[in-house]
């Protein structure tokens, strides 16, 4: 009897756990679809992204090697639409359209459609390229958001044609802010205040946008450092309040028109510091100053120290120009 029992024991346990994980392997994918239904509810990303892509184009340039050259190559980058007055544009980097051949930029959209360029006014000084097209009753304008408002450690998401892969999504976090002094080839990119963020950026998302979970612009995406040339994490773009005023100038002028004050300026060391009684380093000193510029009519010296413009403070010699 004890030996039937143990048997009919050992005969119940080795059937018993494959019923029992089968069933309990069921509720498991039940309750995964409750919590993925509910996950998707919340799922801010989602509705980021249904929100941006319509604003976003892949752009295809044929660009010139180099000045005098007839050879060219084949490049991906990307923009989005923007409104301006009523009337709307293709926001991009400069050096996804410059310089290029004629007729040597296409636009399109995420349905495959087409634009017809008809004019670019760039700025080199701060890589902001703005693109007039003929078919713009269709598009969809982002909204532009304030990118003084975001602060380090908030999500942001970056839409572009990554290797030209178009309308492809990468997702992470503004590592950092104010980014400048960084050498971005022979573009001569001289006004920088760059958002670092380590959502993936690789070539071809040039000029394309960065959203906060708004679904607002507050970034163009332009540069990526990185020893191999794809993304290691390090990405920069442009902040959407210097891109605004950039193409603000650009649409009402077709240029920047930017302020001049007739100094040439360095920064202020430790040392310095403490022998002009600053108590901190912080602030740009005056090494010259052009005649009958500005700063002389305004009675700024030689040995003067700026440490605040227009109300702004200025913690370094490299913040002075951008203000200004």
């Not at 301006?84 to 349905?111: C, M, W």
């Not at 009958?292 to 200025?314: H, L, S, T």
């Amino acid at each position: 009897m004890a030996a039937s029992l143990l048997s009919g024991r050992l005969v119940v346990g080795q059937e018993q756990p494959v019923s029992v994980a089968l069933d309990a392997r069921e509720r498991l994918f039940e309750q995964l679809a409750t919590d993925a239904e509910q996950f998707d509810a919340r799922n801010i990303l989602k509705k980021v992204v249904r929100v941006s892509k319509p604003s976003v184009v892949h752009i295809q340039s044929r660009k010139i090697l180099q000045s005098g050259s007839r050879r060219t190559i084949e490049e991906a980058g990307s923009g989005f639409v923007i409104e301006v007055n009523q009337q709307k544009y293709i926001l991009t980097n400069r050096h996804v359209v410059f310089p290029t051949v004629a007729d040597g930029v296409n636009i399109s959209l995420e349905d495959g459609s087409k634009l017809t360029v008809e004019n670019i006014a760039s700025d080199a000084a701060s890589d902001i390229a703005v693109i007039t097209v003929r078919e713009t009753e269709s598009l969809v304008a982002a909204r532009v958001g304030d990118s003084g408002r975001m602060e380090i450690g908030d999500f942001v998401v970056a839409i572009g044609s990554p290797f030209g892969l178009t309308h492809s999504i990468t997702y992470g976090i503004i590592s950092a802010k104010g980014r400048k002094d960084l050498v971005l080839g022979t573009q001569g990119v001289v006004i920088q205040d760059f958002i670092q963020t380590d959502a993936a950026i690789n070539r071809g998302n040039s000029g394309g946008p960065l959203f906060n979970m708004r679904g607002e612009v507050i970034g163009v995406n332009s540069a990526i450092i990185s020893p191999s040339g794809g993304s290691v994490g390090i990405g920069f773009s442009i902040p959407s309040n210097l891109a605004k005023t950039v193409t603000a100038q650009l649409q009402s002028f077709g240029e920047t028109r930017r302020g001049w004050l007739g100094v040439r300026i360095q920064q202020v060391t430790d040392e310095l510091a403490e022998g002009l009684s600053l108590g901190e380093a912080r602030g740009a000193l005056v090494s010259e100053i052009s005649p009958d510029g500005p700063a002389e009519k305004g009675g700024v010296k030689v040995g003067d120290v700026i440490v605040r413009f227009d109300g702004k403070p200025v913690p370094t010699m490299r913040d002075l120009p951008l203000i200004v």
